[in-house]
Every structure is written in structure tokens, then in C-alpha cells.
């Protein structure tokens, strides 16, 4: 079993559609949990953190945290065709940690 | 603009030769992160170190990999002797207190 796993995708949505985006990780003791975008070509950049249970929302992006279930979610609203990369989830145990990424799910996103 | 530095961003080598690739972390940052990307295993982590002091390299293949911090501005990944398996994007990241990392653009390697 892989430690973070993403569904490997595409994920196709029509513009200004909700994208949702999945992880879920294998080591309970897991604090944080962070998510990266990446188009191709370009090094992942970091879109949103999140450590506590519940959601987090920052513009368009809202991420989902249950750390009962080992499952964190990023949620876009109103798709862009811009929005057409690769997710990355990302965990680590504690500060200073190991970060893992999981193998990404690629989104895109229809004009 | 505080920004990880990787060179070289394109490495052409033959097998068997040396490979060593630098990063310059993000002034201040105190966490740095080795990863290589390919398709097929995505990003997987080398070593990484704080404050200079290597914490994991568990990632990292020990008879041909070795990765060091001679201060706090360089860390530098070596390979060698360079295979046609290590062919991959290799990126270093910076980050603080928080585990967030920051990524350089990447090193694309090439072993022919």
C-alpha cells in the first residue's frame, strides 16, 4: 500500500464546474497535509495547507480534512481551462517530517 | 523574488560518469528536500535535511547516491556512477517550520 494515494485521473470538467480532487493516506499519526499544483513541464507549487479537521477555504479552493477516514479532498470551484495541471497531494507525520507525495491526479478542464 | 536555485537545469551525461547537481535554498529556510520525478514512480523522496544535519535518506540509493549540505546556502546531490535508470527530474525544496516545501525548477538528467 502506497503511503498517500491519489487517483491517477484524467479528471475531466466543463468550465466553471466544482473539481473534486482526492488523497487518502495510510499513516495515522499524519499532522499535515498539503496540496501542489503542477502543469507540465514546471515544478510543483504549493495551492493550499491544511491540519485541522473540517475545511479550509482560500478563493476558489476549499480543502477537506477527516482525519478518522485518512482522506483529504481539494475542491475547485468554478473551473478554469488555467486549472489544467497536475494535483498533488502531499503528508507529512510531523514538523520537520518526511513530506510524500502521492503519484497525482491529472485535471482538466473543458472550455 | 525568494526563489530555490537548481543547476544545472539540463544534465546530458554518459553512463558511468559523475553527476552532481546544486540547489540554493531559500535564504533563511532551514529544511531541505531531494526528490526525483519520473512517470512512472512520480515524486519520490531522496533525503533531506535540517539544519544542515541529514535526517532521512532512506529514499536514496547508497552505493550510487550521496547527497551533502557543506553550508547553509548549498546542498548538492551526486551520482555516481550515472545509469540509464537515473534518467528523471530532480528537484530540491526549501521550507521552514510549517513542512511546506518550496520547489526549485529542476534538474532534467539524462544518462545515455
Known amino acids: 500500500q502506497k503511503e498517500v494515494e491519489q487517483n491517477s485521473g484524467p479528471l475531466s470538467v466543463p468550465e466553471g464546474a466544482i473539481a473534486s480532487l482526492n488523497c487518502t493516506y495510510s499513516?495515522?499519526?499524519?499532522?499535515?497535509f498539503f496540496w501542489y499544483r503542477q502543469y507540465s513541464g514546471k515544478s510543483p507549487e504549493l495551492i493550499m495547507f491544511?491540519?485541522?479537521?473540517g475545511d479550509k477555504e482560500d478563493g476558489r479552493f476549499t480543502a477537506q480534512l477527516n482525519k478518522a477516514s485518512q482522506y483529504v479532498s481539494l475542491l475547485i470551484r468554478d473551473s478554469q481551462p488555467s486549472d489544467s495541471a497536475t494535483y498533488l497531494c502531499?503528508?507529512?507525520?510531523?514538523?520537520?517530517?518526511?513530506?510524500?507525495f502521492g503519484q497525482g491526479t491529472e485535471l482538466s478542464v473543458k472550455p | 523574488d525568494a526563489r530555490v536555485t537548481q543547476t544545472p537545469r539540463h544534465k546530458v551525461t554518459e553512463m558511468g560518469q559523475e553527476v552532481t547537481m546544486r540547489c540554493q535554498p531559500i535564504?533563511?529556510?532551514?529544511?531541505v528536500f531531494w526528490y526525483r520525478q519520473t512517470m512512472m514512480q512520480g515524486l519520490e523522496l531522496l533525503a533531506y535535511?535540517?539544519?544542515?544535519?541529514?535526517?532521512?535518506d532512506s529514499g536514496m540509493p547508497k552505493d550510487r547516491f550521496s547527497a551533502e549540505m557543506p553550508d547553509a546556502t548549498l546542498a548538492t546531490l551526486k551520482i555516481q556512477p550515472s545509469e540509464p535508470r537515473d534518467s528523471a527530474v530532480y528537484f530540491c525544496?526549501?521550507?521552514?517550520?510549517?513542512?511546506?516545501?518550496?520547489f526549485g525548477q529542476g534538474t532534467r538528467l539524462t544518462v545515455v
Open positions: 525544496a526549501s521550507g521552514l517550520v510549517r513542512d511546506e516545501a518550496f
Open positions: 499513516d495515522r499519526g499524519s499532522q499535515s
Open positions: 491544511i491540519y485541522s479537521n
Open positions: 502531499a503528508v507529512t507525520r510531523n514538523q520537520g517530517g518526511k513530506l510524500i
Open positions: 535564504l533563511g529556510h532551514n529544511t
Open positions: 535535511f535540517r539544519n544542515r544535519a541529514p535526517l532521512d
